[in-house]
Nanobody, 116 residues
Framework: QVQLVESGGGLVQPGGSLRLSCAAS????????MRWYRQAPGKERELVAGISSGGRSTMYADFVKGRFTISRDNAKNTVYLQMNNLAPQDTAVYYCYAFWVGSYNWGQGTQVTVSS
């Protein structure tokens, strides 16, 4: 049974920080590249960041470069998204996504709200 469970979302003030976690089970985590996406109400889901299966290669959307960091701990079957200097436009449901040849899976999402 493949599962991706996000956690760490919540309410934070502008300029604050959050760390999201995505715990994986039911598949060989170390074989999968991972991504974080987000979706705000009324908007399309957008790619935020990605990391290779071994964690040596990362990519970021332009709107989060310098603020967000994706990382993974294959021993813990977990991928993280460290979010710093958050702004109201970062408010969205954040989803983790696992993919490899012939397989892809989505988590259920975790809500991030940035507001004064």
């Amino acid at each position: 049974q493949v599962q991706l469970v996000e956690s760490g979302g919540g309410l934070v003030q502008p300029g604050g920080s959050l760390r999201l976690s995505c715990a994986a089970s039911g598949f060989t985590f170390s074989s999968y590249a991972m991504r974080w996406y987000r979706q705000a109400p009324g908007k399309e889901r957008e790619l935020v960041a990605g990391i290779s299966s071994g964690g040596r290669s990362t990519m970021y959307a332009d709107f989060v470069k310098g603020r967000f960091t994706i990382s993974r701990d294959n021993a813990k079957n977990t991928v993280y998204l460290q979010m710093n200097n958050l702004a109201p436009q970062d408010t969205a449901v954040y989803y983790c996504y696992a993919f490899w040849v012939g397989s892809y899976n989505w988590g259920q999402g975790t809500q991030v709200t940035v507001s004064s």
